[in-house]
């Protein structure tokens, strides 16, 4: 397969000067600086406050809920959230109060000079004591019952696991922020900031401010990191800001520091699923049934999306004809759980990769052959019966990750010796790309290219860049399909009141979906112009020049051949899958139960590498957060406040953390994508801690199955199984 | 929040400050801490004294055939310096893992001493070392042991007119053979969860001179009294090793369940870095 | 406000007149003496290119180098760098390693990238300075204090290897 020309970044030379201007660089004359007044409990009741008599807040302006015009509430999906608590405190660190001030110094006494009073009440924290549900949802495939009761004990085998993950942190490197403005003479209201999702952003001032959306202008500054973690969460922030630019009328900062981000950010949901799987003598998965446990937190926000993926991907990327996978996403006094790359994915990819080894170790089976054996291929039916007509790169990937490592011949949990233990661990798994079943026909993403007088092409779409290289993959898309050259394609700033709604930029969709219009529109614009032998920009120059349409606005539309039911939860989930393996090499050392993850294969089936170095780049930096997933990141709480609230202890990988990488692409093109490019974003996150908790069950023999795997947990693992050693 | 900064450019005006100012005023060196704590909000003081410009409490210098270390000296001071390499090797080896480049080329001994923490990764390595601290005031002198100067939860002898201007490390006694363990959070700029520095001699197959620090098991760095005890005069068998990091584990250890780790996990770890340890050093591989 | 001398030396009170060379140019400033040299940067001389991601000194995205050597400029004060020779990513001196990064995929989000690019030039020199073998081993100790969370540090290994060649 041809290999793309590598196109630098469009906003590479301002990234590598520090021109680049991300939300806490803007210059804005006249500032002020917001802050927020928050709960110090998980759950109570807010009786009001203590203002300190020795501070003057005539000083400062601050906002309630009453100040909000129009619905206190944050936008999402369900109307439960309010955009301040003005009785029933949910959470710790929800937000009660707001304050601007002319400085951030008097910010400060402000903020130390406003005391809430509480009554607290006893938080529910407990994922699975909790009754209320936000949402739950059952998939069903073939008569699950049916197959365990009539299932031959001679020939078939019960295995049964519980597998847990913990949260985990985002840790974008730049902390949340935004600066909004007081509503100019028109009515309008801007705010300017780090975010994923201008739209969203949009609809949520819309709705606090009681304005036509119109009313709301929203632009992306430089984002300096999102991974879900800037998705719904900026709707909030902005509207803080929004709100006390307006009550102030002066501009206001609002840009987190690390310790409030860690705080009260949305992290990934917890999860507890159960597997009992019945297999045949030969190892071919015969029934699964499926239990998966959410914690939401305290609000529902995105939980019933993160359930529903979590529950669609819940059987891997396995073949089996009876399949039943019952999820709840529930209510906790825990701070709200959101969006983080894969977004329910890796929870349940992690579970039936650890079944699946189990499921192995009993068989006496090498893991790999084991997933070769079942594994999803051209033809077959997933788990919401979607039969896979096409772009099903299993077979190559499996080749191609058995190729690289001979992990087919490896002997898996073979005894080992020594006081540092080496061990070798498989993944296999899948990842839909856009939205789930109607989603994308629901969301009705729109894409425009427009011309202007020097016959460059302006690329018009909400879609962010926050470093997964989307500015360079549309401008790689624009040129080809205009036939143009990669300088003379320009990606507008994302303004929402210039570029078009191309929807969120999240659930891989960016490329597959976005691109894929961008594409179309780019080749009626081609064709407006006309072929030519003169490159594309004089022809382009010519054709504005003659009063030409110069703007071409495309609307996706699902491809005919997809069907989803939302009722029965079955059909196409998505359009195209990315399919993956992944192998972990990891050291152990028996004396401290550190794990050094020292090599990461992964071969990975993109449809199309648009841009290569871009890929391995997403698929690298995945893999490294699944790595960090898998046994370095820890994330406790305590009364529902997370424990780790400043970097030195709230920890990501190192350099020095990191393994050799070696990543292969390969490309099994999907039609409906642009040049047969599906999605790559969230892909990496899933496989890579299941590799890692495998490889340390080769090394150490014992079987991981709750996330992260600390040296702690392993250490309690190990002495359960080698009790002679315990001598304290 | 802004307290006044008294700036001294010698050892007699830093001193002469201190007189000046009152129990809530801070000393700065390196800020790698004051300054998170400033910022943070978690400290207040009225008045900080940056020594920073204190050149006579930056050096590095042969005495008694040991090393005596100012103590502006840092982390990147001790890396460069061919004399700390040879006299404290094993204190150049902490100082390699306090944290990232940044941090070693700010962070002080005199700072790190000052502030006492409890995962401190230098400390350990002091107590294993028999260093002595030299505290300064108008009234004179004082050296302590590092044991007379560290007294409990970031807690230090040192008075409240007092610097700490030097720490002395005596002489490596011949054949001494020393090592060094931080257990961390990950590999690089991480808080320790287990420090261990141990040092000893083989003299006509028995072990002499064991001494021994550990930290982040207790609330301050500290002797592994019962280690050294366990194997001073003993052969370097296996079974005493085993015995000897077995009990110290038990009896040393203070260790608690914390944000970062469990005390069963320090107390265990403990043991069997220090049993690697000793074997490495017994066997001649360090 | 007024600087009086103390018993103790120089007595720096409100604000104090702080002298610097950034990237090559000479600076006179009034600030108070703690604050950081991050805000001098960022917000007294407009100088944005140095990020602020954590304010404690873990994640290297403030990194400048000052008389050469690379510090965390969220923690160091004003008062410190009096007279000092401080260079940000806003310097000329790092079109070298800039290109490098550009030429491998070094930078996706941005918000590290200065704190890597300084740092890098600081492994470079340190290298040449102690005759080390600039390596794969030698380049992530030394960015080990600089956080990434987009690239899985891989390219960025990658720029700054391909940078020692330059």
Same mark, same amino acid.
């Given at each position: 397969?041809?290999?793309?020309?590598?196109?630098?970044?469009?906003?590479?030379?301002?990234?590598?000067?520090?021109?680049?201007?991300?939300?806490?660089?803007?210059?804005?004359?006249?500032?002020?600086?917001?802050?927020?007044?928050?709960?110090?409990?998980?759950?109570?009741?807010?009786?009001?406050?203590?203002?300190?008599?020795?501070?003057?807040?005539?000083?400062?302006?601050?906002?309630?809920?009453?100040?909000?015009?129009?619905?206190?509430?944050?936008?999402?999906?369900?109307?439960?959230?309010?955009?301040?608590?003005?009785?029933?405190?949910?959470?710790?660190?929800?937000?009660?109060?707001?304050?601007?001030?002319?400085?951030?110094?008097?910010?400060?006494?402000?903020?130390?000079?406003?005391?809430?009073?509480?009554?607290?009440?006893?938080?529910?924290?407990?994922?699975?004591?909790?009754?209320?549900?936000?949402?739950?949802?059952?998939?069903?495939?073939?008569?699950?019952?049916?197959?365990?009761?009539? &299932?031959?004990?001679? /020939?078939?085998?019960?295995?049964?696991?519980?597998?847990?993950?913990?949260?985990?942190?985002?840790?974008?490197?730049?902390?949340?922020?935004?600066?909004?403005?007081?509503?100019?003479?028109?009515?309008?209201?801007?705010?300017?900031?780090?975010?994923?999702?201008?739209?969203?952003?949009?609809?949520?001032?819309?709705?606090?401010?009681?304005?036509?959306?119109?009313?709301?202008?929203?632009?992306?500054?430089?984002?300096?990191?999102?991974?879900?973690?800037?998705?719904?969460?900026?709707?909030?922030? &902005?509207?803080?800001?929004?709100?006390?630019?307006?009550?102030?009328?002066?501009?206001?900062?609002?840009?987190?520091?690390?310790?409030?981000?860690?705080?009260?950010?949305?992290?990934?949901?917890?999860?507890?699923?159960?597997?009992?799987?019945?297999?045949?003598?030969?190892?071919?998965?015969?029934?699964?049934?499926?239990?998966?446990?959410?914690?939401?937190?305290?609000?529902?926000?995105?939980?019933?999306?993160?359930?529903?993926?979590?529950?669609?991907?819940?059987?891997?990327?396995?073949?089996?004809?009876?399949?039943?996978?019952?999820?709840?996403?529930?209510?906790?006094?825990?701070?709200?759980?959101?969006?983080?790359?894969?977004?329910?994915?890796?929870?349940?990819?992690?579970?039936?990769?650890?079944?699946?080894?189990?499921?192995?170790?009993?068989?006496?089976?090498?893991?790999?052959?084991?997933?070769?054996?079942?594994?999803?291929?051209?033809?077959?039916?997933?788990?919401? /019966?979607?039969?896979?007509?096409?772009?099903?790169?299993?077979?190559?990937?499996?080749?191609?990750?058995?190729?690289?490592?001979?992990?087919?011949?490896?002997?898996?949990?073979?005894?080992?010796?020594?006081?540092?233990?080496?061990?070798?661990?498989?993944?296999?798994?899948?990842?839909?790309?856009?939205?789930?079943?109607?989603?994308?026909?629901?969301?009705?993403?729109?894409?425009?290219?427009?011309?202007?007088?020097?016959?460059?092409?302006?690329?018009? /779409?909400?879609?962010?860049?926050?470093?997964?290289?989307?500015?360079?993959?549309?401008?790689?898309?624009?040129?080809?399909?205009?036939?143009?050259?990669?300088?003379?394609?320009?990606?507008?700033?994302?303004?929402?009141?210039?570029?078009?709604? /191309?929807?969120?930029?999240? &659930?891989?969709?960016?490329?597959?979906?976005?691109?894929?219009?961008?594409?179309?529109?780019?080749?009626?614009?081609?064709?407006?112009?006309?072929?030519?032998?003169?490159?594309?920009?004089?022809?382009?120059?010519?054709?504005?020049?003659?009063?030409?349409?110069?703007?071409?606005?495309?609307?996706?539309?699902?491809?005919?051949?997809?069907?989803?039911?939302?009722?029965?939860?079955?059909?196409?989930?998505?359009?195209?899958?990315?399919?993956?393996?992944?192998?972990?090499?990891?050291?152990?050392?028996?004396?401290?139960?550190?794990?050094?993850?020292?090599?990461?294969?992964?071969?990975?089936?993109?449809?199309?590498?648009?841009?290569?170095?871009?890929?391995?780049?997403?698929?690298?930096?995945?893999?490294?957060?699944?790595?960090?997933? &898998?046994?370095?990141?820890?994330?406790?709480?305590?009364?529902?406040?997370?424990?780790?609230?400043?970097?030195?202890?709230?920890?990501?990988?190192?350099?020095?953390?990191?393994?050799?990488?070696?990543?292969?692409?390969?490309?099994?093109?999907?039609?409906?994508?642009?040049?047969?490019?599906?999605?790559?974003?969230?892909?990496?996150?899933?496989?890579?801690?299941?590799?890692?908790?495998?490889?340390?069950?080769?090394?150490?023999?014992?079987?991981?199955?709750?996330?992260?795997?600390?040296?702690?947990?392993?250490?309690?693992?190990?002495?359960?199984?080698?009790?002679?050693?315990?001598?304290? | 929040?802004?307290?006044?900064?008294?700036?001294?450019?010698?050892?007699?005006?830093?001193?002469?400050?201190?007189?000046?100012?009152?129990?809530?005023?801070?000393?700065?060196?390196?800020?790698?801490?004051?300054?998170?704590?400033?910022?943070?909000?978690?400290?207040?003081?009225?008045?900080?004294?940056?020594?920073?410009?204190?050149?006579?409490?930056?050096?590095?210098?042969?005495?008694?055939?040991?090393?005596?270390?100012?103590?502006?000296?840092?982390?990147?001071?001790?890396?460069?310096?061919?004399?700390?390499?040879?006299?404290?090797?094993?204190?150049?080896?902490? @100082?390699?893992?306090?944290?990232?480049?940044?941090?070693?080329?700010? @962070?002080?001994?005199?700072?790190?001493?000052?502030?006492?923490?409890?995962?401190?990764?230098?400390?350990?390595?002091?107590?294993?070392?028999? @260093?002595?601290?030299?505290?300064?005031?108008?009234?004179?002198?004082?050296?302590?042991?590092?044991?007379?100067?560290?007294?409990?939860?970031?807690?230090?002898?040192?008075?409240?007119?007092?610097?700490?201007?030097?720490?002395?490390?005596?002489?490596?006694?011949?054949?001494?053979?020393?090592?060094?363990?931080?257990?961390?959070?990950?590999?690089?700029?991480?808080?320790?969860?287990?420090?261990?520095?141990?040092?000893?001699?083989?003299?006509?197959?028995?072990?002499?001179?064991?001494?021994?620090?550990?930290?982040?098991?207790?609330?301050?760095?500290?002797?592994?009294?019962?280690?050294?005890?366990?194997?001073?005069?003993?052969?370097?068998?296996?079974?005493?090793?085993?015995?000897?990091?077995? @009990?110290?584990?038990?009896?040393?250890?203070?260790?608690?369940?914390?944000?970062?780790?469990?005390?069963?996990?320090?107390?265990?770890?403990?043991?069997?870095?220090?049993?690697?340890?000793?074997?490495?050093?017994?066997?001649?591989?360090? | 406000?007024?600087?009086?001398? =103390?018993?103790?030396?120089?007595?720096?009170?409100?604000?104090?007149?702080? =002298?610097?060379?950034?990237?090559?140019?000479?600076?006179?400033?009034?600030?108070?003496?703690?604050?950081?040299?991050? !805000?001098?940067?960022?917000? !007294?001389?407009?100088?944005?290119?140095?990020?602020?991601?954590?304010?404690?000194?873990?994640?290297?995205?403030?990194?400048?180098?000052?008389?050469?050597?690379?510090?965390?400029?969220?923690?160091?004060?004003?008062?410190?760098?009096?007279?000092?020779?401080?260079?940000?990513?806003?310097?000329?001196?790092?079109?070298?390693?800039?290109?490098?990064?550009? !030429?491998?995929?070094?930078?996706?989000?941005?918000?590290?990238?200065?704190?890597?690019?300084?740092?890098?030039?600081?492994?470079?020199?340190?290298?040449?300075?102690?005759?080390?073998?600039? !390596?794969?081993?030698?380049?992530?100790?030394?960015?080990?204090?600089?956080?990434?969370?987009?690239?899985?540090?891989?390219?960025?290994?990658?720029?700054?290897?391909?940078?020692?060649?330059?």
């Amino acid at each position: 397969m041809e290999r793309a020309v590598t196109l630098q970044r469009p906003e590479g030379p301002d990234k590598v000067t520090g021109r680049a201007l991300f939300a806490s660089d803007l210059k804005v004359e006249g500032a002020w600086f917001g802050g927020t007044v928050r709960s110090d409990v998980a759950r109570g009741e807010l009786l009001g406050f203590d203002f300190d008599p020795r501070f003057d807040f005539s000083r400062v302006t601050i906002a309630e809920p009453d100040d909000i015009p129009g619905r206190n509430l944050v936008a999402m999906i369900v109307d439960d959230q309010p955009l301040l608590c003005a009785r029933d405190i949910e959470h710790w660190g929800e937000p009660l109060l707001l304050v601007a001030a002319p400085d951030a110094e008097l910010l400060r006494s402000a903020l130390a000079s406003i005391k809430p009073r509480i009554e607290a009440s006893e938080p529910q924290l407990d994922m699975e004591a909790s009754e209320r549900v936000f949402k739950q949802l059952e998939i069903i495939k073939g008569d699950v019952d049916a197959a365990f009761a009539s &299932a031959d004990g001679s /020939s078939t085998h019960v295995i049964e696991g519980e597998y847990r993950t913990d949260t985990q942190e985002q840790m974008y490197i730049e902390p949340q922020g935004f600066i909004a403005f007081p509503p100019d003479s028109q009515g309008t209201t801007l705010v300017h900031g780090s975010m994923q999702c201008p739209y969203y952003v949009q609809k949520s001032l819309a709705r606090v401010f009681g304005i036509d959306p119109g009313r709301a202008r929203v632009i992306q500054a430089a984002t300096g990191g999102g991974f879900g973690g800037k998705e719904d969460y900026p709707s909030v922030l &902005a509207c803080h800001a929004a709100l006390l630019a307006r009550k102030s009328g002066h501009p206001v900062r609002m840009i987190y520091d690390r310790h409030e981000d860690l705080a009260v950010t949305p992290k990934r949901h917890p999860s507890r699923v159960r597997h009992r799987t019945l297999v045949g003598r030969d190892g071919t998965l015969l029934a699964m049934d499926i239990d998966v446990l959410l914690d939401g937190g305290a609000y529902t926000t995105l939980s019933p999306v993160v359930l529903s993926r979590a529950c669609i991907h819940a059987a891997g990327a396995y073949r089996c004809d009876n399949v039943r996978i019952r999820g709840r996403v529930v209510a906790t006094n825990h701070v709200p759980y959101g969006a983080f790359r894969g977004f329910g994915a890796p929870q349940v990819c992690f579970a039936v990769e650890r079944q699946m080894d189990r499921i192995a170790v009993s068989f006496g089976m090498n893991p790999a052959l084991l997933r070769q054996r079942n594994m999803l291929r051209v033809g077959d039916s997933t788990a919401t /019966s979607q039969v896979l007509r096409q772009s099903v790169g299993s077979e190559e990937v499996m080749r191609e990750i058995l190729g690289r490592t001979s992990f087919d011949v490896y002997p898996w949990r073979a005894p080992k010796t020594g006081r540092i233990r080496r061990g070798v661990g498989f993944s296999f798994f899948f990842h839909g790309a856009g939205f789930t079943g109607s989603g994308e026909q629901m969301l009705q993403a729109r894409v425009a290219v427009e011309l202007d007088r020097e016959g460059r092409a302006i690329v018009q /779409s909400a879609s962010t860049e926050f470093g997964q290289g989307t500015l360079t993959m549309f401008r790689a898309i624009a040129a080809r399909a205009l036939g143009a050259s990669p300088e003379d394609v320009l990606i507008g700033d994302c303004d929402t009141s210039a570029v078009p709604n /191309s929807g969120p930029t999240v &659930a891989s969709r960016t490329c597959m979906i976005v691109g894929s219009c961008l594409a179309k529109a780019c080749g009626e614009l081609a064709a407006r112009v006309g072929p030519g032998t003169a490159p594309f920009r004089e022809r382009a120059r010519a054709f504005v020049a003659r009063d030409g349409d110069p703007r071409v606005e495309i609307t996706y539309a699902s491809p005919p051949d997809l069907h989803w039911d939302d009722a029965t939860y079955r059909g196409d989930a998505y359009p195209a899958y990315g399919w993956a393996a992944d192998v972990a090499e990891v050291e152990v050392s028996l004396d401290s139960f550190e794990v050094r993850v020292t090599r990461m294969v992964t071969a990975v089936d993109v449809g199309k590498a648009i841009q290569p170095q871009m890929v391995e780049g997403q698929i690298e930096g995945g893999s490294l957060q699944a790595i960090g997933f &898998a046994h370095l990141e820890v994330v406790t709480s305590q009364d529902g406040r997370f424990l780790q609230d400043r970097m030195a202890t709230c920890i990501i990988p190192t350099s020095l953390d990191t393994p050799e990488f070696e990543v292969a692409l390969i490309e099994v093109p999907f039609e409906h994508g642009p040049y047969g490019a599906k999605g790559v974003g969230e892909l990496p996150m899933d496989g890579g801690a299941p590799a890692v908790a495998s490889a340390i069950e080769d090394a150490l023999g014992i079987h991981v199955d709750h996330l992260p795997a600390t040296p702690e947990r392993l250490m309690e693992l190990w002495l359960a199984q080698h009790p002679e050693e315990v001598f304290f | 929040m802004n307290p006044t900064v008294i700036g001294p450019r010698t050892l007699e005006e830093a001193l002469r400050a201190l007189q000046d100012v009152t129990p809530d005023s801070r000393l700065l060196a390196g800020g790698t801490d004051l300054m998170v704590e400033i910022e943070s909000g978690r400290t207040r003081p009225d008045a900080v004294i940056d020594l920073w410009r204190v050149k006579e409490l930056r050096y590095l210098r042969d005495e008694q055939g040991g090393l005596r270390i100012g103590a502006l000296s840092t982390c990147r001071d001790l890396l460069d310096s061919a004399l700390a390499r040879e006299r404290a090797d094993l204190l150049v080896l902490a @100082a390699d893992q306090v944290g990232a480049e940044q941090i070693k080329n700010r @962070a002080t001994l005199g700072g790190n001493l000052g502030t006492a923490s409890p995962a401190s990764d230098l400390g350990p390595v002091l107590f294993a070392l028999d @260093a002595r601290v030299r505290l300064v005031s108008l009234r004179g002198a004082r050296e302590l042991s590092i044991d007379e100067f560290w007294t409990g939860y970031r807690a230090t002898a040192r008075a409240s007119d007092e610097l700490i201007e030097s720490v002395f490390v005596p002489a490596r006694t011949p054949g001494e053979r020393r090592g060094f363990r931080k257990v961390g959070t990950r590999a690089a700029q991480s808080i320790s969860k287990l420090v261990v520095a141990i040092v000893l001699r083989i003299d006509h197959g028995t072990l002499r001179g064991v001494r021994a620090g550990a930290g982040s098991i207790a609330d301050k760095s500290l002797r592994l009294a019962t280690l050294e005890r366990e194997l001073e005069g003993q052969r370097p068998d296996a079974a005493t090793v085993e015995r000897a990091t077995r @009990a110290s584990a038990l009896a040393d250890a203070r260790a608690i369940d914390d944000v970062r780790s469990s005390a069963a996990y320090r107390r265990r770890t403990l043991q069997r870095v220090m049993h690697t340890l000793i074997h490495e050093l017994i066997e001649g591989a360090r | 406000m007024a600087r009086a001398a =103390s018993r103790g030396g120089v007595l720096l009170s409100g604000e104090i007149d702080l =002298s610097c060379n950034v990237n090559g140019v000479a600076r006179k400033l009034r600030v108070p003496p703690l604050r950081r040299l991050l !805000d001098v940067l960022r917000i !007294d001389l407009g100088l944005t290119g140095s990020k602020e991601g954590c304010g404690e000194g873990e994640c290297g995205a403030c990194t400048v180098l000052v008389d050469g050597v690379a510090l965390n400029s969220c923690i160091v004060p004003a008062c410190q760098v009096e007279g000092s020779e401080i260079t940000t990513i806003e310097s000329k001196g790092l079109e070298d390693i800039q290109q490098a990064f550009l !030429d491998h995929g070094g930078a996706q989000c941005g918000i590290c990238t200065p704190g890597m690019i300084v740092m890098t030039r600081a492994w470079l020199e340190a290298c040449e300075r102690n005759r080390a073998t600039p !390596d794969l081993e030698s380049a992530r100790k030394a960015l080990a204090g600089n956080l990434c969370r987009c690239t899985g540090y891989a390219k960025i290994l990658a720029s700054a290897l391909a940078a020692v060649k330059r």
